[in-house]
């Protein structure tokens, strides 16, 4: 492919604070500009807008679609997370601009971070380790009885990459693995289902691993928490918009279902705040791929991507 025109700093575009070291990168080897705050936005967007060729973004602060119009030469979208979902894809597909993300590099860890949450919500083990804190222990209590993690039948919601890759743990615990994906995945030995509902109708804990955006929004409504029932668990690491957040939380408060363990929250960092009162719910603040290796590698790949796209207008890991 001929390149006609390089593209420079000022072309390039930082959306939202990123990770410290992508942020590091634009400013010392690209010299990107960085969307101002969002009193000044309008002006510069004005003033600027219609020189950006590439934008460089994050999970959590994507490029949605009202600043997407404002960059009516936006070429590519380099994105810094697996997920996308802040993003406006549809715009972007409609005029043809190429997204990366950062598949696989992360997949181990927020699969870890699922384990964590799996065990600690059936065995109640933040609530003990606060019973400890407490004095409570100590002074002659025993702590409640909890319920057994291994062994269970375990319903993935969504079993892309990180699904599988929670599937594989779990198999190590001697589960039971059901699913549900859009569809039914070839050569794949669990047991496939239809629905989300039925899925949770045929298991003992839901995980929550399906990508967010229009299309799971509220996948998991009132009737698949009900279907969840008494003894059921959910658990969550893929985006808070996937599950109904006020029927979880009214199911969780009137016990209609057994306990959640969750990583993501529908308007983060805020967490409904009946969730921050209940013993059976162990809440984690987005720390899925948060350690210092996988961030390290995401940070790698992101610069990746932006360096090809420089280069010869290609993307390293663009969504497919
Ligand atoms: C990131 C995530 O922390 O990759 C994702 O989709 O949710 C997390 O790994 C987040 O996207 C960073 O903004």
């Not at 549809?90 to 384990?115: F, G, K, M, W, Y």
């Not at 039971?176 to 045929?202: F, P, T, W």
């Not at 306990?259 to 805020?270: M, R, S, T």
């Amino acid at each position: 492919m001929s390149i006609d025109t390089q593209i420079t700093g000022d072309q390039i575009l930082r959306v939202g604070p990123v990770n410290p070291a992508v942020a590091a990168i634009l400013a010392d080897e690209f010299q990107t500009a960085i969307l101002p705050a969002a009193d000044e936005r309008d002006a510069w967007l004005a003033e600027n807008g219609a020189d950006i060729r590439v934008a460089v973004c994050s999970g959590k602060i994507g490029i949605d679609t009202e600043l997407m119009k404002k960059l009516p030469n936006l070429e590519a979208i380099i994105n810094f997370g697996v997920g996308y979902d802040a993003t406006d894809v549809s715009q972007a597909t409609e005029r043809n601009i190429p997204l990366s993300n950062t598949p696989d590099v992360l997949t181990d860890c927020v699969a870890d971070t699922a384990l964590g949450l799996y065990l600690d919500t059936l065995r109640g083990l933040s609530s003990a380790e606060r019973f400890v804190r407490a004095g409570t222990w100590a002074s002659g209590q025993n702590f409640r009885l909890a319920t057994r993690a291994s062994g269970r039948k375990v319903g993935i919601l969504g079993l892309g990459r990180i699904g599988q890759a929670i599937a594989d743990r779990l198999e190590g615990f001697g589960c039971e693995i059901h699913y549900h994906s859009r569809n039914q995945k070839d050569g794949v030995a669990y047991q496939y289902h239809g629905s989300a509902a039925e899925l949770a109708e045929a298991t003992e804990v839901l995980i929550v691993a399906a990508a967010g955006g229009p299309e799971s929004a509220g996948l998991v409504n009132a009737e698949v928490i009900k279907a969840v029932g008494p003894n059921g668990f959910i658990i969550n690491i893929a985006r808070g918009s996937v599950i109904d957040e006020p029927a979880l939380v009214k199911a969780l408060q009137e016990g209609h279902i057994a306990g959640a363990g969750l990583d993501v929250f529908a308007k983060e960092p805020q967490v409904p705040a009946e969730l921050l009162e209940l013993e059976n719910v162990v809440l984690l603040p987005h720390l899925g791929s948060g350690t210092v290796e996988t961030r390290a590698d995401m940070t790698e790949l992101t610069i990746n991507n932006l360096r090809s796209y420089l280069k010869d207008r290609t993307l390293v890991t663009p969504i497919s």
